[in-house]
């Protein structure tokens, strides 16, 4: 890899140690998503499932947005035995440990006999991925020095969509032909890649420790410090606003997309030839063009492109669904979607793991990530099934696409105002952090 990157200059930022580090970090942090997202909304669907019961089990992500909640306890607290690995390493392990074994409880389950035993065993999926998402996140920005956070966030999306992709792809064809209970225990591998990265690399350079607990006070600083810290900043509110509203359609719409698909008559092979297929392919083209971006307009005008790109490819769905079963129809709003979602996943991840001081990593971005999707999520388990049967998918989708637009104008704002800079973390280079203008 060396001696390609000296052959190919351009290549260097994507084969450092740093990079390629997110890039397995992220292969990991995708497979538990997928497990229950559209694998599983594909696997109840199947089993006859009624929408509102399937949508319902949209709020298994909700775990995911209360992960705020116990991640400082992955920032500070220090595990016997293995501790002595290192605070990101010991927690990778443990927390990769715990997913292989709720992938595992979750092949067990037999959503026909058991609906509630199967949304139980969705939860502890959550919970544990949402733990082992806290220890990826903290692992890849403390890796990642600021001028790499572009490069390390598309890197990080890279194998975020081969993880999601490649176990939501293995899972239809493993069920296909021998059942969903050996399809989910197939993808419980996926784990391993962050576990093994952790272990070859090393504890991150970057991480500092918070200042050690002695009593109750020094224990509940751990728990406030890092709210308390970004609160403190000039804009933070409305940073938090907008973390909270940018994502809502986007959220709304990219979890009903199988009953789409399923509703409209596409077949187990087509759904993995268009939405994995296809759609895998345009998302790396999206990350590659994000990375692009971000590198020639600067975080700011980036982040507002992407936030227009994935506000019309919501459009792009109430377009298939006003077509019907379209296999060109269903590439080109797949592949449009997933471009889209590269390019700001790109753009966005960065700007919000920036925002973070290297104190309190693990608090702080899964305060902005569970956030960034928590109204979305909300609003799917407890409506969108009921919203999708009296509105049709046309105008839900329409829906999903305005919902989109006050995001964009306060992102807009916030540009022009100066808050995206004033609010900036020391991950970015905010403070003490040393990094780049953003422009």
Known sequence: MALLARRVPALHPYLEKESLAAFFVGVSSGFPYAMIGATLTTRLAQDGIDKK???????????????????????????????????????????????????????????????????????????????????????????????????????????????????????????????????????????????????????????????????????????????????????????????????????????????LFDDLGFSNEEIALWDVGVGFWAYLIGIFIGGVAYARMGLKRSVLLAL????????????????????????AAIGFENAASGFGGVVVVAYFSALCDLRFTAAQYALISAGASVIGRFVTGTTAGGMIEQMGYVSFYLLTTALAIPGILLFWWMSRTGLVDAAMGTAGGGKDGNAETLH
């Open 308 to 331: 227009v790109l994935m506000c019309i490819s919501n459009f792009s769905f109430a377009a298939l669904a006003a077509a019907g079963h379209s296999n060109i129809g269903m590439a």
């Open 53 to 259: 019961t399937v949508t319902a089990f949209t709020l298994a992500f909700l775990v995911y947005n209360l992960k705020v909640f116990w991640a400082w306890i992955v920032d500070g607290v220090r595990l016997p035995l293995i501790g002595r690995m290192g605070q990101r390493v010991s927690w990778m392990l443990v927390a990769g440990t715990m997913v292989i074994a709720a992938v595992v409880n979750l092949a067990l389950v037999d959503p026909t006999a058991d609906i509630a035993a199967t949304a139980t065993a969705a939860i502890l999926v959550g919970i544990a991925g949402a733990t082992f998402d806290i220890v990826i996140d903290a692992y890849r920005i403390e890796t990642l020095k600021p001028e790499q956070l572009g490069v390390g966030s598309g890197m990080s999306q890279y194998g975020w969509r081969i993880g999601s992709a490649g176990a939501g792809a293995l899972a239809l064809v493993v069920a296909a032909k021998s059942g969903w209970s050996n399809a989910y225990l197939a993808c419980a591998v996926f784990a391993l890649p962050a576990m093994l990265t952790a272990l070859v690399l090393g504890e991150p350079q970057r991480h500092r420790e918070p200042t050690a607990r002695k009593g109750l006070a020094e224990v509940w600083q751990s728990i406030a410090g890092p709210f308390a810290e970004f609160f403190q900043r000039s804009g933070a509110v409305l940073v938090l606003a907008f973390i909270l509203v940018h994502k809502i359609g986007d959220t709304l719409a990219n979890l009903t997309f199988r009953l």
